[in-house]
């Protein structure tokens, strides 16, 4: 005579909803730290070519790496607008994050629902 335990049903969706959790979980892990990867090359980036560390690093993308490309160097800007062009270009950056911090906040609202 052979005795057979059987699981709870409950006990099978547990797991299940562990092992979901768990790789939800992975995933938030990784999207953050692609994500910082990203907000650091941008903000070291915009360090190189002399742009204000912090705004290109809090409002740091793909789309800000991808700006940074077409604004000029601080060794390539004339003396007298040198001073404007690194306000400008500094201003982009604080704009992109405000945009990404908002867009950020909206898709979490939204999604909550």
Sequence with gaps: MSVVFKCHPGFESLTARRINLLERTIMEIISIIVMLALAG???????KK???FWPW???G???SIIIMLFLPN???MAEDKKAQLLNRGNT?????FVA???WGFVQGFLGSK
Excluded: M, P, Q, V
């Excluded at 090359?41 to 360090?47: E, I, M, P, V």
């Design 61 to 63: 993308s793909l789309i």
């Design 50 to 52: 002399g742009y204000n």
């Design 100 to 102: 990404l911090f908002t």
């Design 41 to 47: 090359l941008s903000g070291w980036y915009a360090t």
């Design 92 to 96: 982009i950056g604080w704009c992109l």
């Design 74 to 76: 601080e060794n390539d």
């Design 57 to 59: 690093f809090l409002g």
